[in-house]
């Protein structure tokens, strides 16, 4: 029953780290109070002017505001627009002078909405015709029917650019809001000037991104009862975790019963954006946009892995990512300074994938595949732990080890058995020798393999993001009883050409085949 259960636990996991208070001393609380409870509460009525078709009426409010950053200012215009996708009222709110170029700001998933965004907007506003708005079901949009895919609500994006720009606008996107300017920039791209994307949230193939929250220890962006559901979780070994995500059965029942998916997300439109964001599959939208794309990422993220971004990296055209040292999940608050320094670069200079920016917090990086320098011979690692290698290997065997990196590194051969190994960076080319892993756990992220038969897997858990095989013969292996979860890898062989992406559970196969 619990591994029945462990999908919509860590479904539900997700929601809660994407939507818990960033920050105790940023939250702004809002709560309606009774006449007897305004009569002893400083309370002020609402002091936005609501335009006349507001969805609902003004509420008297006692409001405890610690971050002047939460509020509208009286010179921002706040309307509402009839979307026709999920037909509801959308707040959207405009600063700035509307002859000047459009920017739009879409929000991730939380309780703030597109207050995420007013610490930029007034910096922003200077420059540029400033849109945002809060995503039906959010904020102060209306209550809206249907799924929250990223798709449905770049349609929403669409309809509202048609309304209230003048012209090919940035696009800028954080967390869910990300993977929802990805696939509007995707399906709407002659209507975009450039894509800024920000902590991107749920790209990854679902059981490496929730794993990946699971795992990680969060600190101050996280509320206290966060932290203590988290302290449970974090106690599921990797191999439960994939256990639990192992079944598709309840994410397909949902998918495809429209009153079941009703009944589990009715009360939360976090959950509904949350559940249709992991579901949706981008390596379209990766390999088709070629607008200038500029990513910015916080180091220390608990919620987008920095992966996605690097993967992001290598896989996109005309892309630039720079990654802020210590900053979290949401850099624009965390690190105001640094985020909207990087911001006006992204704005202000051209484009270059090879360019070298760099500032005192920044950590600039561009993919390089690493190729055959000078020789450091054989590689032997056994019973070791939390070592880092780089450079070139004539071959390499690590046994029995854990915590093991693999930094830009590239070798002839390579053998994993019995060890936890993590692979960043990686070459291999050779065509009479394979990679083999035995019982081991491999995490693989950015690699160029090709050869003749490239791969081997036999009773190991492997993770790849952003990998891409070339072989004339078997590409991908299977021995016994394996799993391989792979994002935004791509394979060309015989066998198999082209996306590879999902999680796969073979014995004694290939990985995958025509």
């Known amino acids: 029953m619990m591994l029945r259960s462990l999908p919509v636990a860590l479904l539900v996991l997700l929601v809660s780290a994407c939507s818990s208070p960033r920050n105790a001393q940023q939250s702004v609380q ?10 002893e509460q400083f309370s002020v009525q609402d002091s936005i002017q609501y335009p006349a078709q507001y969805p609902g009426q003004p509420k008297l409010a006692t409001i405890q505001v610690e971050k002047v950053e939460h509020q509208i200012k009286p010179h921002w215009q706040l309307s509402y627009f009839d979307e026709p996708v999920f037909n509801s009222k959308v707040a959207v709110l405009e600063a700035g002078n509307k002859q000047k170029p459009p920017i739009i700001l879409i929000h991730g998933l939380g309780n703030l909405g597109m207050k995420d965004w007013f610490s930029v907007i007034p910096t922003l506003e200077e420059n540029h015709h400033v849109i945002v708005m809060d995503l039906p079901g959010f904020g102060l949009s209306s209550a809206a029917k249907g799924r929250f895919l990223p798709t449905n609500y770049a349609h929403v994006i669409a309809a509202i650019s048609k309304q209230y720009s003048n012209g090919k606008a940035i696009v800028m996107g954080h967390s869910m809001g990300g993977a929802v300017a990805l696939r509007y920039t995707e399906l709407y791209q002659d209507f975009v000037n450039q894509l800024i994307l920000v902590d991107v949230a749920g790209l990854l193939e679902k059981s490496a991104f929730i794993k990946h929250i699971a795992s990680f220890e969060f600190g101050d962006e996280v509320s206290t009862p966060m932290k203590l559901l988290m302290g449970g979780v974090n106690d599921i070994s990797s191999s439960l975790i994939e256990a639990g995500t192992k079944s598709t059965l309840l994410s397909d029942f949902l998918q495809s019963n429209d009153y079941a998916w009703n009944l589990a997300v009715s009360d939360s439109s976090n959950m509904n954006a949350a559940l249709s964001l992991v579901e949706e599959d981008f390596n379209t939208a990766i390999n088709q946009i070629t607008v200038p794309v500029n990513i910015i990422w916080g180091e220390k993220d608990n919620v987008a892995p920095l992966r996605t971004g690097k993967v992001l990296n290598k896989k996109m055209s005309n892309v630039h990512l720079e ?25 202000n200079e051209p484009f270059n994938k090879n360019s070298n920016r760099s500032f005192n917090k920044t950590i600039t990086t561009n993919f390089t595949s690493p190729h055959a320098n000078k020789s450091q011979g054989v590689l032997t690692c056994r019973n070791e732990s939390h070592k880092t290698y780089s450079g070139h290997y004539d071959k390499i065997v690590i046994e029995s080890c854990n915590m093991i990196r693999l930094l830009n590194v590239s070798t002839d051969s390579l053998k994993i058995k019995g060890s936890v190994v993590d692979i960043e960076n990686f070459n291999f080319a050779r065509k009479d020798s394979r990679i083999e892993f035995d019982g081991a756990v491999v995490t693989i992220t950015n690699a160029d393999i090709s050869g003749r038969n490239t791969m081997l897997i036999s009773g190991s858990r492997v993770d790849m993001a952003g990998v891409s095989i070339v072989a004339t013969g078997n590409a991908v292996m299977i021995a016994n009883g394996s799993r391989v979860s792979a994002s935004f890898c791509d394979i060309n062989s015989p066998k198999y050409s082209g996306v590879l992406h999902g999680a796969f559970y073979r014995s004694h196969q290939a990985l995958i085949e025509h």
């Open 30 to 39: 809002l709560s309606v109070q009774t006449p007897a409870q305004q009569s």
């Open 323 to 347: 990654v802020i040292e210590g900053a979290g999940h949401v850099p624009m608050k965390s690190d105001h300074a640094e985020f909207m320094r990087l911001l006006q670069v992204a704005l």
